[in-house]
């Protein structure tokens, strides 16, 4: 659900120049308590710089940025320390044990030794899953794991907000599923921001997306909001048992019905027809084709509302990107 509450990522006409390259353009957005925003767009889009920015690691050209109400580059420490950073590539100690380089970033983290830090620790390996790792050496884990290590350093020190980039990069599909579930986890508790060009992650676990091109941001709502303003002119899929010449006349006749297209599908036998119905725009003909079906006497096996995926989405508002070339 879509958060509503505090402010907790605040951006305001933020841009950043590398020479004459802009890598981001001006972007304006607010993430609030309870979010999980899915930052999407290509490479070199500007979404590993805005990240870079909310976090500190690169001070902004012009524009403003805040984490929990902290000026991320005049409180630079106040908003890094209600932040938890997972970058992309996961940097880590591998001559460390798990359970060592959790104690050494609960240390740079201010947390002490004590019972404080022993729940904390215990609370972060539980979420993480790494309770049977914590005496392995970091060097000797699956990729998978060290993801997993990870998060429970960007976790440990109870951050308001957790920001990831390309989280599941490289990891192999069932790598991805346990990494999705640790995400999800997490973000019933903390706002959460996440690159990634996996659409199906986005749809588990996304609240709310946002698409940038070309360092500007392209589009901003919920997976389903960018779907259906997509999809334009509706399409139907409808599976019909009957004549195939008199099905196609009968669904061109509906009222609402623009046009009509057969549709192979070996998975239709017999005398049953598979066509694509579009819908003139405004109109939603689907009652209309039920009434035909039945006053005709064909046998309606099947009618879906095609939807536009988010990655036909993705494409059509990002596929003249150009800034292949420039910072990410």
């Known amino acids: 659900m879509t958060g509503t509450g505090k402010t907790m990522i605040h951006v305001e006409g933020l841009t950043k120049h590398y020479g004459n390259v802009v890598a981001v353009a001006g972007i ?7 979010e999980v925003l899915g930052f999407l767009g290509p490479n070199g889009a500007g979404k590993t710089t805005t990240m870079r920015i ?59 030794r004590g019972e404080t830090r022993t ?26 794991f060290r993801q997993r290590v990870g998060l429970a350093q960007a976790i440990v020190h109870e951050p308001e907000v957790l920001i990831l980039d390309e989280p599941t990069s490289g990891l192999d599909p069932n790598q991805i599923v346990e990494i999705r579930q640790v995400i999800k986890q997490i973000g019933q508790e903390k706002t959460v921001i996440f690159s990634t060009h996996i659409m199906q992650e986005v749809q588990a676990v ?24 997509a999809q334009g002119q509706m399409e139907i899929s409808v599976e019909l048992e009957a004549p195939a010449a008199e099905a196609r006349e009968a669904l061109s006749r509906v009222e609402g019905v623009a046009g009509v297209q057969a549709v192979a599908s070996d998975a239709a036998p017999g005398n ?40 036909d989405v993705f494409r059509k508002l990002t596929g003249g990107d150009s800034s292949a070339n420039a910072p990410s």
């Open 272 to 311: 049953r027809h598979r066509f694509l119905v579009l819908a003139r725009p405004g109109a939603d003909p689907r009652a209309a084709i039920f009434r035909m079906a039945v006053e005709r006497r064909f046998v309606l096996t099947e009618m879906v509302r095609e939807r536009a995926s988010l990655e």
């Open 206 to 229: 996304c609240s709310r997306v946002l698409i940038i091109s070309d360092g500007k941001i392209v589009a901003d709502g919920t997976p389903e909001q960018l779907q259906s303003s």
């Open 28 to 34: 304006s957005f607010d993430v609030h308590a309870g």
């Open 119 to 144: 729940s904390r620790l215990r609370r972060v390996v539980d979420q993480c899953g790494l309770g049977d790792r914590l005496g392995f050496l970091i060097g000797e884990l699956s990729k998978g």
């Open 54 to 112: 909310l976090t500190s690691y690169l001070s902004p050209t012009g524009g403003r940025a805040e984490v929990a109400g902290f000026d991320v580059f005049t409180q630079s420490l106040q908003a890094r320390a209600r932040i938890g950073y997972l970058p992309e590539g996961t940097p880590l100690y591998r001559d460390m044990t798990v359970l060592e380089y959790l104690h050494f970033v609960c240390d740079v983290r201010g947390i002490p």
